[in-house]
């Protein structure tokens, strides 16, 4: 007997999202701009495409997480299903919080490993800083951190949350029953890697350095902004409308004008229309054979000759 296609189509998406999951057939943001970006590589073979959309790291992992898990996957041990976590990478875990945030976790109860989630680069300029250590935050919160850009492991999608015990105990709830946890040599090789902060402090400074140039470069140009001061992407409203070569451009969307900057300058940038016009710039360009002062170099010559108008002007 057959796939009836007609009740698959009708049956399966409210499984999964509902009876309109993408009842429309559209494509998501990053896939539509990483088509975009891929599409202006063919037309503009020469020109050098700026990746300033999703944040991919620019260094590989360090090879010691390589060696590490190359060790780890010819254990037998290594085998199997990882559901409550490898006790090693929880132990890491914990003494990465208490090193960096100087803040105690039970690694039975208070953190359970997890799959990449994108944290921000916890920092604040000169000291990180983490939601417990405000007080009372404890009894009602939990965190959400990750082994991707700040260790440069975007891709491993591994990472862990901490936290009120109780919080705790319903992700792991959650969690054990949707999945058989992260492989268990991707845990070990990730928990010695939670023991070089170097690594992590390394990144947040260039992203912090990064951010700040960015920023300027984009308030010369007419955008209003304020650079956060932890994670490496900067938030900015989209003009209305740019004068380029002799010609008038309206944007009525950041989709538009992320679109526009790709196929003009380029610069791939992430739309966000969900509560009003933004365009993201990430601080990880993800490119690994550029020094940083050739990147924003580039920026700048890319943005110099774009007159942009804004809504307040």
Excluded at 8 to 27: E, L, M, V
Excluded at 38 to 49: G, K, Q
Excluded at 95 to 106: A, L
Aim: proline residues 2%.
């Amino acid at each position: 007997m057959g796939i009836n296609l007609r009740l698959a189509k009708k049956f399966f998406p409210q499984r999964i999202g509902g009876g309109n999951f993408d009842d429309a057939g559209q494509i998501n943001k990053f896939e539509k701009i990483e088509r975009a970006a891929e599409e202006a590589v063919e037309n503009f073979h020469n020109r050098i495409s700026m990746r300033m959309d999703t944040g991919e790291p620019d260094d590989m992992v360090a090879s010691s997480a390589i060696e590490a898990l190359c060790c780890e996957v010819k254990k037998c041990d290594s085998r199997g299903h990882a559901d409550g976590g490898r006790v090693e990478f929880r132990e890491a875990a914990s003494e990465y919080m208490r090193s960096k945030f100087g803040v105690s976790m039970n690694t039975q109860t208070e953190i359970v490993h997890s799959a990449g989630i994108k944290s921000a680069l916890a920092f604040y300029a000169a000291y990180w800083v983490s939601i417990f250590n405000a007080s009372g935050a404890m009894d009602v919160a939990i965190e959400f951190h990750s082994m991707s850009n700040g260790f440069a492991m975007t891709g491993w999608r591994i990472g862990w949350i901490c936290g009120n015990e109780k919080l705790i105990e319903a992700c792991s709830y959650v969690g054990e029953r949707t999945n058989a946890g992260q492989f268990l040599a991707m845990q070990k090789a990730s928990a010695q890697m939670l023991g070089n902060l170097f690594i992590a402090e390394n990144n947040a400074s260039k992203c912090c350095d990064r951010m700040g140039k960015i920023a300027q470069i984009l308030k010369d140009c007419g955008f209003a902004i304020a650079p956060a001061k932890a994670g490496f992407f900067i938030y900015a409203g989209i003009p209305c409308a740019t004068e380029c070569t002799g010609r008038m451009v309206n944007f009525s969307s950041s989709e538009q004008f992320s679109l526009w900057m790709v196929d003009a300058f380029g610069i791939v940038t992430i739309t966000w229309d969900e509560v009003e016009p933004l365009v993201r710039f990430s601080a990880a360009f993800g490119h690994r054979d550029m020094e940083d002062w050739e990147i924003i170099d580039l920026f700048v010559v890319r943005m110099a000759n774009v007159r942009f108008k804004f809504y307040k002007n």
